[in-house]
């Protein structure tokens, strides 16, 4: 998929809010670190807000710095190893008491929890997705 | 137009006659006339045959469009390709076969450019992954296409894989079911709606020599109108008949190779595109697998020493005299950012965004790089600029060409010269794209093909309810640029079938749909 501005920001908040809210299902009660399950959903359910709010300001930096390939494309290494910087600036935004489900969130939890997502998410778009529409890929992800 | 002025591909013909005086054949009324009633049809005894929607040509275009009209729910009965070859890939493996791609070879498109399944999923590479056997073979693909262009060169498919994959396909959706052989010859609009398309069936296989079909929808996907030879080498060959010396990379040319493996040569290659980065690949293959001990003198008309382009926001790779990119146009043209630019565009502005991303290129390839810089340093392989002045007989056998370069005349003399340059002909060309410009209204866009909407409807051929669509190379220069390959004849289709289940012809592909249907193709479950 190579994406728009628009496509971005569709893709990233279907995606973080249906791939990543069911993967929360899963994952959240085998998060390491201590708290009862329900703290825990908490807490995953709070990071997945974060990296999709603050997500679309990534977008729109993904998107100015794309305009410096010809192509116009983006590889899909950097979506996955943009996880990265990303990951670092939601725990910094999720310790940081916006939040308060995920103010205390442990460094293991929180690596567990967004990591496994990112990877999901990021398998999610670049395979499976193709399956349920067929139009999402030429439209630069754009789903409406 | 003189016989041999363009390579032409099988359907095209322009020149032959309309003599035979078999029962069913057109009428001098006919042809005259743009627009036909039933009863002249029938007066010159055609038989006809009704369907609501016919395809022309056959061939990956025409494949890719009924089979996601198949998935979109419209029956093989209310469908008819109509094509001069066996197999939708026949035409397509005759040109890469040539051009030095035979099965075992790569193509050029990627991972997801999977014209035997719309949905791109699963790709070549999951698919080229899970067949392999051992565990460093089935990662290859994946780790090649997972960290491509970055680390690795494009993934793109074996030629094998696309042909298997598609056979598969045209069983599955019972495409040999709804197609029809023969030649087509025109598409005429018919009074109070809809078409005629004409096809003339191969001898002996049909009463009459021609048979109509009436359909309500036409969709014409034909391919290359032609393939050009440069001026100058179509000029040697006709004034010193010599068609042996030099060839041109579509056509078959393997005597070429045959003979410089026989005796050492010298070979003179003309281009800058992926045809030429081809034979150069076949020629040091030859080199370094079988003894060959060719020279090459590689002719550019520009040579590009580095990354070139407006600003930097639209600078391309390039160098060694190559412009260097993945496909023939930027990624983004097949569903990003160049996409939406371009549907958005008009005349001269369409016509300078196209100047700017189009060119002739080819992708950086690992082998490549390294067997032209291996050539370079051992002195087999040197490059020229300019442009060519003529081309003669060299005394002591052999061909001579005079370039003009920046220092004056230069003269190389070869054993043979390899035009790759690959010139398409203009689409007038080709016999039933002439007509339907001059007879059916269509016209031309701001490059000079075939003008199409967004939805590839062929601009002015509208006939009551009836509607002409095109797909393919004769639709460059519309809202969509990368039309001549897989994943855009594809993206035409999409096009083409959401607009036609508007018109109520198929349904819309929706999720659910899609969601049912793939899984009948993964099944491989037939429709
Ligand atoms: C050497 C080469 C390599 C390429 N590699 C790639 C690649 O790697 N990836 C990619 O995506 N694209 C590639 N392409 C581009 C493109 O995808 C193919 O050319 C593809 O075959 C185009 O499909 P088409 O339906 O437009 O034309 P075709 O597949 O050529 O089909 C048109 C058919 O119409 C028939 N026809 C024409 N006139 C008539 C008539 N009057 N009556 C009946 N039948 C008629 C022709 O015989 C032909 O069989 C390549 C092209 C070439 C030349």
Redesign the pocket.
Known sequence: MLPTLMGRIQTRIFVIAVIGGLWALVIGPVLPGGGTTSDKYKAMYGVLLIVGVVGIAWEVIYHALMQFRWEKDWPTLFGLVLGVPEGVVAYLVARSGVLSSTEHISVGAFVVGFGTTWLVTWLWVNGPMRIFTVHWRFRGGRLI | MGGRETIR????VASAPDTSSSAGDLTPELIAADQWTDAMVAAAGIPVVEVPFVS????????VTTDYLRIAGVPKEAMRV????ET?????EY??R??Q?PRTER???DSA?TPDCIWGFPSYAVREALAAKGLKAKLAPLWNVGTEPIFADYY?PKAGQAFATMEKEADRIGYFDYFDK????MVRKRQGGGYFTI?TPPDGTSATKRVAYKSRWVHI????PGLKFLDDLQTYRQQYNDYTHVVNA?EPHEGVYEELLRKPGVVVLRGGG??ASRILQRLIDDRDHKGAQTQIHHVFRTYITGAHGPSIFMRRKGGDGWAYQGF?YPKSVWGGQLKSRMRRLEGEERAKLYKTIGGTNTPVRRLWQDQLARGRKEGWYRTHTGEVDSVVPAEAGGTVTRIKTKDGLLELQASYIIDGT?LEADIAE???LADLLEHSGAGRNPIGRLDVERTFEVRGTQNGDGRVYA???ATLGGYFPGV??????QIAAQEIGDDLARQGFGKRIGPLRSTAQWLRWARGKKI
């Open positions: 591909m099988p359907g095209a022309v040509g056959g061939g990956i275009g025409s494949f109509l094509g001069n070859n939708p890939w026949s035409t397509y040109l890469t040539n051009s791609i193509l050029r498109s450019s793109t023969g030649l087509v010859r096809l996907a034909v391919g290359y579509y992926i045809v023939n690959g080709h016999r039933l797909s393919g190379t001549d390959t897989f994943l855009g004849l």
